[in-house]
Each structure stands twice: as C-alpha cells, then as structure tokens.
T-cell receptor
Framework: DSGVTQTPKHLITATGQRVTLRCSPR?????VYWYQQSLDQGLQFLIQ???????AKGNILERFSAQQFPDLHSELNLSSLELGDSALYFC???????????FGPGTRLTVL | AQTVTQSQPEMSVQEAETVTLSCTYD???????LFWYKQPPSRQMILVIR??????QNATENRFSVNFQKAAKSFSLKISDSQLGDTAMYFC????????????FGKGTKLTVNP
C-alpha cells in the first residue's frame, strides 16, 4: 500500500458523459501527478500540481481538467468522453520536487 | 524530448535464477533520475529502484540491482534469485532533474517467472 488513495476503482460510463476521478496523496506530499495508461499510448503524463498550483502539463486533452484543493487532494475531470478515453488513470504523489513518485491503485475508466 | 526504450517486450526466467531487463534512453541533459517500476497483475505501480545520474555507484535494493552506463545511456535491471511474485510488467522511467518532474516511461517488459 503506497498511501495514495484513488476513488472510484472502476467507472463505466457512456460517450459524451463527464466523470470526476479523485486522488488523495500520501500524508505530507505536496505534489500530485496524473498519468494515463492505455494499450496504444502506454503510460503518459497528464498534469502535475504542487501545493495547489498547476506546475506542469503533459499530453492532456482540452476536454480534461484537474485541480488540487487546499487539503491537497486532487480531482481529474474528464468531459465529452470518447471511446478512446477508456484507460487506467493513475495518481501519484511525492513529498518534494524530483523525488520518487508513489502511485495509487488507479481508476479504470470504461467508456461504452 | 526524452525517450525511453525497452527492447524486450517479454521475458521469462526460472524460479531462483537471475534475469536482466534492458532499458536505453535518449536525452541531452546531464542531470536526471532513472527508475524501475513494477506492475503486477493487480495493476498497482510499485517503485523498485532509483538511480541518480550523478552517482557512479549502481543502486541496489535487496535482490534488485541496476547496471547504469551513463555514456551508453543504458540502465538495466538485474533480478537475482527470481521469485514467483516477481512476475509482472516492468517499466523503466526517466525524470529530468531541473526540468519537468514528469516521468517518461518505456513501453514495458512483461516478465514471467516459471516454477
């Protein structure tokens, strides 16, 4: 158990819908990272927050957005969902910049 | 942009034997970190080992060790005394020190440990 929690574990929804994935970092970790794992794209970095501020952006679609709240939990919002958005979404956290990242168990999103 | 290549999509090893997983990377940076993550069938991503590029000494963690060759941009993982629980996907990852803190992953090597 890494100490990073993600909810829900599984999510099944339809095309065009909007979903919110939630992540709670390890106690004391200020950085939160979101990654997407799909069969065709592999593991890809989406976005990073540090102490409430967006710090880095990767291959994140405009339909996706994220935020980090004052209690340091983070949410990833996915809208206008397409079949290709079906993937495993990981949240990771680290205590300070350039430290090892600890991953949550992931949320498996299935878009039908 | 940095890239990470794992040239072995699948490997297998007998229990108690030693296996080495390969990883090469491409970067123009001098300072960076390298990692190996393990993803068992449960899908959890588990950090196995970390190497700082400025350190010449290869990192070790119990049965796991790396062979870091900076000039060759090579970072292989050696698993000694393989156990059934080592069966998993193994991902090599790169992090630029001083740039974005994102991890850049290879496509992974599926390792099967046979009894």
């Amino acid at each position: 158990d890494s100490g990073v929690t993600q909810t829900p574990k599984h999510l099944i929804t339809a095309t065009g819908q909007r979903v919110t994935l939630r992540c709670s970092p390890r106690s004391g970790d200020l950085s939160v990272y979101w990654y997407q794992q799909s069969l065709d794209q592999g593991l890809q970095f989406l976005i990073q927050y540090y102490n409430g501020e967006e710090r880095a952006k990767g291959n994140i679609l405009e339909r996706f957005s994220a935020q980090q709240f004052p209690d340091l939990h983070s949410e990833l919002n996915l809208s206008s969902l397409e079949l290709g958005d079906s993937a495993l979404y990981f949240c990771a956290s680290s205590v300070m910049p350039y430290n090892e990242q600890f991953f949550g168990p992931g949320t498996r999103l299935t878009v039908l | 942009a940095q890239t990470v290549t794992q040239s072995q999509p699948e490997m297998s090893v007998q229990e108690a034997e030693t296996v080495t997983l390969s990883c090469t990377y491409d970067t123009s940076e001098n300072n960076y970190y390298l990692f190996w993550y393990k993803q068992p069938p449960s899908r959890q991503m588990i950090l196995v080992i970390r190497q700082e590029a400025y350190k010449q000494q290869n990192a070790t963690e119990n049965r796991f060790s790396v062979n870091f060759q900076k000039a060759a941009k090579s970072f292989s993982l050696k698993i000694s005394d393989s156990q059934l629980g080592d069966t998993a996907m193994y991902f090599c990852a790169f992090m630029d020190q001083g740039g974005s803190e994102k991890l850049v992953f290879g496509k992974g090597t599926k390792l099967t440990v046979n009894p």
